[in-house]
């Protein structure tokens, strides 16, 4: 999944787009592949990837369904617009924008009501990895954001996501990420039961990019990645891709 954040115009979005869903339908990887552009382009991204095998997904949504919350976009606009995906909880929104593990869990339970499928974000802070709290931290934020998922509904994606290595070029290690993988796994396990933990799909996201994709690739444990600067190019976004097919780079 690209994660465009804040960046692109209406026409950069709409080629970035076009140049992904180009390979995308020659290719056809049997993978699921989304692109998560700013709220604005969401329209436009619809119609560009409308009948191919590309996803869309938003950055992030508000918990009510509509009313006075002036500036806000709901699950069901959402989902109303073709948005199949929606990031929860990302680093970024707890940082600049106060998120709290709370408010992920209504984010959550938003999402699930209108069928939009939670990347859920975790991960720890760098002062958290140095006083041995990763773990903790982790499955603490797993735990709660997971809290109103009910039985019978769809599993969120979950996106480990170490703060201190989004947007700074310093990735964890692909083993690293495979062994927190399997915490989050757990902690959904012993959250939601019926082996569910097996069944959770889980990304890394923090620098990703074409030089260390294959490492996180290789790694049985991590399903996907979720992918902020690398995605804003075809030449950078398309090489993830690739690596994550079976049959291509993967193993
Ligand atoms: P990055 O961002 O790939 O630019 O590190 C990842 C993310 O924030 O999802």
Redesign the pocket.
Known sequence: MG?W?LHTTRSCAESLAGAVVDVVTRENPPLEIALAPPFTFLAIVARVIEGSPVGLAAQDVFWEDEGAYTGEISAPMLADVGCKYCIVG?S?RRRHFGETDHQVARKVSACLRHQLIPIV?VGESLAEREKGRAEDVVRRQVKAALVAVEEGQVVPVI?Y?PVW????GRAASPEDAARMSRVIREAVDELLGSNAGQRVRVLY????NPGNVRGFAAEPDIDGA?????SLRPDTFIPLVRAFAPGGSRR
Do not use: D, Y
Not at 226 to 230: D, K, N, R, T, Y
């Open positions: 994660n954040k990302h970024e974000c996106a996501e290595a989004i947007g700074t996201g923090g620098s990703v979720l992918v902020g600067g690398a």
